[in-house]
């Protein structure tokens, strides 16, 4: 492999943005026919180096090789052209375009006088959604698609031009297991046509999985490329975070409280029915599922987003109706959402009043928010959360995804719930971080708070969980103490078997 | 190192850059003509100003809010009329507050129809705009509004009077920035306008009710209308129906100009301030070079188109990005 010409090669990569140096003389490549996995924590810079390489960004200094020839990437367009092609991390999609016009967006096929040919764009956006093998065509409308849908598009999008190298950007972080298989297929494919592949990802089982070769970089610096065939999880991380992790199951038990949280034959139209369980103060409730099976749907209804078609909703043994949002975090109930761009963050608006925005209300000194309260609650959830910012101003925009989640954690953390609910809550997250979130949970629940884990990971419900719920299409198949559960029996539970 | 400061200094222009073309128009004006920069061709200009800055302070907070308010022009008109006849039938110490309450009403019942039944704020606005004509026409029976006796009585004040030294007009509109300007950025109010217009899913999820927080923009917005319909009639003791006509553009470009998104979550009084000095110092400097004041019409929606062109570009990162 040593003797061919790399794909790609990038050298001496430096960025910088205003405090902060994203790429600090960053050298990486990717041969044809490798899959190439690009590691590091939250905020390390992969998304920034890839953005370099894809023409969003320009470096400051350092150059990119195309098959040894000195190339600058001016615009996203040109580098496609140049047959490299970038899947984003947040998806950059027109919600109220069809599924064709996303995919040829910037070069739709024309006819004579400029006129876009519609037969031949559905015609060739169909013969690409076969391959990927979607329940969706090529004239759905893009904003009507679920998430891992949506991201399935980005993936079309990449198949359009004869590639040479692709980078994926946490390509499966709101994929389904069978979505998965489809993507690694894709990916195997590619790397049969000779395309170099980069693949950004902080989930180990995948990269040990796909991958022929990972590069670390911490801090926006190169730390070191190793085979994966000769290395394991331990070497990684430590090259990544420094440190070892602890990723074993759940044993930890402790006395639990009082029912904080009862749900008696919960229906929302067909998005679940008869759903019943509780939740004890001091207890860690996981629900595990496929995307789908109606957890976030539940999830929103507890917390006054959606109004139940029947059924009982009791906090601390006593009935209540929760009418909004406003109406939920009054009685003490969180909720993480899971879609932290659209649902749990204000991009345009500075860390620390994405964070506290739930409770300015109560920041008040006389008439006006106190400046000093604010940053107080910010400063203690960066340290606590390890958020990586140079400083509360930042807009959330600018942070790396996985701080942007952390973000959102912190703000609904420093609301003190009495019951809270985090859906999907690593998302995106680095395992080092995710480790922390998974201790800060446990920790909570040890401090007597009540909470549920709504997550499509099974080693993470594992690690979390005094109890799991799994889910099956709207409704709970079974119930696991943590004591109980196998592997095998949630497979099971969560596929209707 | 000479890199670094370069990077600020464009650093500093991306953020400061209205203040910057300000600066820099101001100087080339007062070395074409030194007239603009005396004293009172400047005081001239913020005072003829104040009532246009008065109504743009209150739209700043419907358009971070992330909606539309061109009705404000037509209601401007509206205040000016109302209070005006009553001030003769009910004395001017009722009238105020008279008007007052009449155009908060109006205020309320826009924010009524955008806020609660989240009807598309430029129809809504666009429609109240012919709508509150009309019944500012009803109301005048299409008849010029003009004070009986204008000798004796203190309603003059607000428009012509002056307090150490300062017009009336200007310290209404320094003081409303003022106060808005902390409500904007210090209150709980000010920052649920941001997240609201920013990004509404994640306000309701984070429990803001965004119904209440767009209604109580337009009743700012309202407010504002009432001040400086209170300014200029005091100022003109008689009006026509239509005062207030093509104000709502002007207004629009002011906040614009001074770099609020039209798509929301963005933008402060500060700038929304410098926004409309912008615009009364180019009208006036182009005035001062011998252009008719109709020009300004024109002129105006040059600005306009410019205002929006570089807000999207700075988004995009590029000035030329044609729709694909
Ligand atoms: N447009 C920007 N403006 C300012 N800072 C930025 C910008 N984009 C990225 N950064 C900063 O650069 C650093 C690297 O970010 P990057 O998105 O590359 O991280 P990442 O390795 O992809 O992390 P994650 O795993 O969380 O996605 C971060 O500290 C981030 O805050
Ligand atoms: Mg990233």
Redesign the pocket.
């Known amino acids: 492999m040593s003797t061919q010409t790399p794909a790609l090669r990038l050298e001496g990569i430096v960025?910088t943005?205003?405090?902060?140096r994203?790429?600090d003389g960053v050298s990486f490549s990717v041969m044809p026919g490798e899959v190439h996995a690009l590691m590091?924590?939250?905020?390390?810079?992969?998304?920034?180096?890839?953005?370099v390489l894809g023409g969003i960004?320009q470096p400051d200094e350092g150059q990119i090789f195309i098959a040894e020839d000195a190339t600058v990437m001016s615009s996203p367009l040109q580098a496609k052209s140049k047959g490299v092609v970038f899947i984003h991390?947040e998806l950059s999609l027109a919600d109220e375009l069809s599924v064709a016009e996303n995919i040829y967006l910037g070069e739709l096929p024309r006819k004579s006088l400029g006129r876009v040919d519609w037969e031949k764009l559905y015609a060739q956006t169909d013969d690409i959604l076969k391959t990927l093998n979607v329940g969706f065509n090529a004239r759905t409308k893009v904003g009507d698609l679920s998430i891992a849908n949506q991201q399935m598009v980005e993936i079309a999008r990449a198949l359009t031009v004869e590639p040479r190298a692709v980078i994926f950007?946490?390509p499966t972080a709101s994929l389904t297991d069978a979505e998965k298989v489809v993507l690694f297929e894709v990916i195997a494919d590619l790397q049969s046509r000779d395309v170099g592949v980069i693949y950004?990802s902080?989930r180990m089982e995948e990269i040990f999985k796909i991958t022929d070769r990972i590069s670390v970089?911490r801090d926006?610096q190169y730390r070191g490329t190793l085979n994966t065939k000769e290395t394991n999880e331990e070497e990684v991380t430590q090259l990544m975070i420094g440190r070892k992790l602890d990723l074993s199951r759940n044993e930890m038990t402790h006395s639990l409280g009082p029912v904080a949280l009862e749900v008696r034959n919960l229906s929302c139209g067909k998005l679940f029915e008869n759903v019943s369980f509780t939740v004890r103060e001091g207890e860690v409730v996981g629900f595990y599922g496929l995307v789908g099976a109606g957890r976030t749907e539940i999830a929103e209804t507890i917390f006054g987003l959606r109004e139940p078609s029947g059924g009982e909703i009791l906090l601390d043994g006593e009935g209540v109706t929760v009418h909004s949002p406003a109406d939920a975090i009054a009685r003490g109930i969180s909720l993480v959402p899971e879609d932290r761009k659209g649902q749990g963050l204000v991009l345009g608006m500075n860390c620390r009043d994405n964070m506290t925005l739930p409770q300015v209300d109560d920041m008040t000194a006389g008439p006006f928010v106190s400046d000093g309260a604010e940053i107080a609650i910010f400063d203690q959830y960066r340290d606590k959360l390890d958020i990586?910012?140079?400083g509360w101003r930042?807009?959330v925009?600018?942070?790396?995804?996985?701080?942007?989640?952390k973000i959102v954690i912190g703000k609904w953390l420093s609301m003190h719930p009495k019951v809270l609910i985090v859906d999907e809550p690593t998302r995106?997250?680095?395992v080092g971080s995710k480790s922390e979130i998974h201790n800060l949970i446990r920790e909570l629940a040890a401090q007597g708070y009540a909470v549920i884990v709504i997550s499509s990971e099974m080693p993470e419900v594992l690690h979390v969980s005094d109890r799991i719920v799994a889910m099956y299409a709207g409704k709970v198949t079974r119930e696991f103490t943590a004591a109980e559960v196998t592997e095998d029996g949630l497979i099971q539970a969560i596929s209707g078997l | 190192m000479a890199e670094l400061t370069k990077k600020s200094i464009g650093g500093f222009l991306a953020k400061q850059g209205i203040l910057v073309a300000f600066l820099v128009f101001m100087v080339v004006f007062a070395i074409a003509n030194p007239r603009f920069i005396d004293i009172d061709n400047i005081s001239g200009v913020i005072r003829s100003s104040a009532i246009l800055g008065v109504m743009a302070l209150g739209v700043t907070f419907v358009v971070i809010g992330g909606n539309l308010d061109l009705s404000v022009g037509s209601m401007m008109s509206f205040s000016t009329i109302v209070v005006l006849d009553l001030h003769d039938k009910i004395g001017p110490a009722l009238a105020i507050p008279g008007m007052f309450a009449m155009t908060l009403c109006l205020g309320a019942f826009i924010g009524f129809l955008v806020g609660y039944l989240k009807l598309n704020s430029l129809i809504v606005t666009l429609g109240m705009l012919s709508a509150i004509h009309g019944l500012t026409l009803t109301y005048s029976g299409g008849q010029n509004m003009d004070i009986a006796d204008k000798q004796n009585t203190w309603f003059d004040f607000f428009g012509q009077g002056s307090m150490l030294g300062i017009p009336v007009p200007i310290l209404i509109f320094a003081l409303l920035a003022a106060g808005l300007s902390l409500v904007l950025s210090k209150t709980p109010f000010g920052r649920k306008v941001y997240a609201v217009g920013g990004n509404g899913t994640a306000a309701t999820f984070s429990g803001i009710p965004r119904a209440r927080v767009v209604f109580m923009t337009y009743i700012l917005s309202s407010f504002c209308v009432a001040t400086a319909g209170l300014i200029q009639a005091s100022r003109s003791l008689g009006s026509q129906n239509t005062v207030g006509q093509g104000l709502e553009l002007e207004v629009l470009a002011a906040v614009i100009l001074g770099g609020a998104s039209l798509l929301g979550g963005s933008g402060t009084v500060f700038k929304t301030v410098i926004g409309v000095l912008i615009l009364g110092f180019i009208q006036n400097g182009l005035l001062l070079m011998g252009l008719a004041f109709y020009a300004q019409y024109v002129v105006t929606w040059v600005i306009i188109i410019l205002a929006v062109w570089l807000d999207i570009a700075a988004k995009r990162g590029r000035l030329w990005s044609p729709i694909a």
Do not use: C, W
């Open positions: 960025k943005f205003p405090g902060v994203a790429l590091g924590e939250n905020g390390a810079g992969k998304s920034t180096l890839m953005k960004y991390q950007d946490e950004i902080h970089l926006g990586r910012t140079p930042q807009m925009g600018n942070l790396s995804g996985g701080n942007q989640q995106g997250i680095d």
